[in-house]
């Protein structure tokens, strides 16, 4: 078993950054494949960034690529994700996952365990 808490969302203004972060406890974190992943009102849980075990293999959803970099520090056991200039459309429910094989995947349901979600908003 995989806990997943993700922090750093807020309220910021078109043109601002956020770090978020989702600290992960239980199994060997390292072992995992993380992914970010987002969800708007009325909307489908969306691929926001994923990245391998290691850190050696990142990919991004073309909306935010060259404005979103996925990180983790696996001896914190923490992944994070830098948001640099967001956009109204980037308001959302953001979750980080976990996949057991070690590899990131674009689809949700190749993911193991899922975090509760942390709101960022970005105002016009």
């Known amino acids: 078993q995989v806990q997943l808490v993700e922090s750093g969302g807020g309220l910021v203004q078109a043109g601002g950054s956020l770090r978020l972060s989702c600290a992960a406890s239980?199994?060997?974190?390292?072992?995992?494949?993380m992914g970010w992943f987002r969800q708007a009102p009325g909307k489908e849980r969306e691929f926001v960034a994923g990245?391998?075990?290691?850190?050696?293999?990142?990919y991004y959803a073309d909306s935010v690529k060259g404005r979103f970099t996925i990180s983790r520090d696996n001896a914190k056991n923490t992944v994070y994700l830098q948001m640099n200039s967001l956009k109204p459309e980037d308001t959302a429910l953001y979750y980080c996952?976990?996949?057991?094989?070690?590899?990131?995947?674009?689809?949700?349901?190749?993911?193991?365990?899922w975090g509760q979600g942390t709101q960022v908003t970005v105002s016009s």
């Open positions: 996952a976990a996949k057991a094989s070690g590899r990131w995947s674009i689809m949700v349901s190749h993911y193991d365990y």
């Open positions: 239980g199994r060997t974190f390292s072992n995992y494949g």
């Open positions: 990245i391998s075990w290691s850190g050696g293999s990142t």
